[in-house]
């Protein structure tokens, strides 16, 4: 039998472990990804402020440093407006929120937070 | 004479029964196979369908619209109906003073817009249907209740009694291409019906632009374009009482509307949580059912409908039985889902978390 069947060479081998590494790397992120808390992005005027991780507690503030219109707080994997200078306060009666797809909105404000992340087996809610 | 014999050209180095040149091993040549599949697979979408979403504050509230398509196709397809969204939401907002919703209001002017007439016109059907328990004249009865307001609070049965004279969808003259009223004090409020109105100028415009599938989520109102992929779309429908939903409904070319009282609402000193939903027949919000949901093909009158049932209950059942082509859901205030049939197979009713469920009808 020829020897050439058998000859494997270095490049042979990078190039399998690529092969196989790269689908085998981005199943490992998409399924990181899916046991992620999700991404709550809030965007004020239809301008992307930031995007935050529910997984570390902090209050965001919206506006003037000094007197901001809104205070975001972000606790224990949920999200909520804990302060807002808006008449109705409609924002602060969503409550704590913490399913991907849900939404706070602020309309006196024009804020809004969006919670992003893998939804489970729905793509809209209707409310 | 023999022909002369051709004779084989001198044989190649082949490695494997004479099927490989020379140098390239099976293992190359599988790799080098597997890497042009994956190059072809990425390249395949190019120009293929991707499913596109943009979300924009806009109408009061927030609105996502979901498109499959090509990207450039489906990018200029969105931005088309959100420019036609920014259209009636001025059109239709009774606060703008420019609006011909406030002239009507205020001024007393006819409402000549074929749009406004369209609309209204819609509306006094579902009231004339519902023995007037959707009522676009509501809404003196919502202000007075400051709903409009900073600081909601219960009024005096003397001033609801007061507002109730100027509550009623017999008081709009509704004629082709014209909309008066008989008394100066009568007003509209076509919020909720807006909603519906653009949902369906949403759809049309994503449908002329080339989209087959597509998913408008105006604020919880929501309408199905075709299907995503070869699924129908899937639309959760929101716990009234905590986060998450209480069903899934799988629809194709649907609207699905909620009302609920979770929305917009105070807790009055009697600790009752009063909703922005008002009964134009008693002045008061409605008890019994905290959340309604409709599924049907036409999201116009959908709000509408979602708003009879809040307001009449199960009463109304029969007479969504009777217009036909309405599914519905309601979630009484003990938590009790009730579903029409239709609905129940449209339902993934494993997902019904924490309610209990009975038929409808």
Known sequence: MNRNLCRVTVLDLLLIAGLLGLPGWALIVSWRAAREQPVAYIYENNRLLGAYQLDRDQLIAIGDKARPDMKIEIKGGAIRVAESDCPKGVCKQAGWVRTPGRSIVCVPNKVLIELRGERKGYDAESY | ?361
Not at chain 2, 10 to 16: G, K, M, Q, V
Not at chain 2, 232 to 242: A, M
Request: aromatic share 6%; net charge positive.
């Open chain 2, 1 to 361: 004479m023999r022909a002369p014999v051709r004779l084989p050209a001198a044989p190649r180095r082949w490695s494997i029964a004479r099927g490989l040149p020379d140098g390239l091993s099976p293992l190359r040549l599988l790799a080098f196979a597997s890497a042009v599949v994956l190059l072809a697979a990425g390249c395949r979408h190019s120009g293929a369908a991707v499913l596109r979403k943009q979300t924009r504050l806009m109408m009061d509230t927030y609105v996502t619209i979901q498109a499959t398509g090509p990207a450039q196709t489906a990018d200029k397809a969105i931005e088309a109906a959100f420019g036609r969204l920014e259209e009636i939401s001025h059109k239709f907002n009774f606060l703008d003073s420019t609006s011909p919703v406030h002239a009507f209001n205020v001024n007393n002017a006819p409402i000549t817009d074929p749009e406004l007439v369209k609309v209204v016109q819609a509306a006094v059907a579902v009231s004339a249907a519902s023995g007037g328990a959707f009522d676009i004249t509501v809404r003196p009865l919502v202000e007075l209740w400051g709903f409009y307001g900073d600081h909601p609070a219960v009024p005096s049965q003397r001033a609801i009694d007061s507002c109730l004279r100027m509550v009623g969808y017999k008081n709009l003259v509704v004629e082709p291409g014209r909309v008066t009223k008989l008394r100066p004090d009568v007003t509209i409020d076509l919020g909720g019906i807006a909603k519906g109105y653009a949902l369906d100028e949403a759809a049309r415009v994503l449908r002329a632009a080339g989209i087959d599938s597509a998913l408008i989520d105006l604020g919880g109102d929501v309408f199905a374009i075709g299907r995503k992929g070869n699924q129908n779309w899937k639309v959760g429908i929101r716990n009234p009482r905590k986060d998450g939903v209480i069903g899934v409904a799988a629809v194709s070319n649907l609207a699905v509307v909620t009302s609920g009282d979770y929305e917009r609402f105070f807790f009055g000193p009697d600790s009752v949580r009063y909703c922005h939903i008002i009964d134009p027949a008693t002045g008061w919000p409605p008890r019994g059912l905290i959340s309604t949901t409709v599924v049907m093909r036409d999201p116009l009158t959908a709000q509408g409908w979602s708003k009879v049932l809040f307001i009449r209950g199960t009463d109304a059942l029969p007479l969504i039985e009777k217009t036909g082509g309405i599914e519905a859901i309601l979630i009484t205030d003990s938590m009790r889902a009730i579903c029409t049939p239709g609905l129940v197979s449209a339902m993934d009713t494993t997902r019904l978390n924490g309610v209990t469920n009975s038929a409808g009808r």
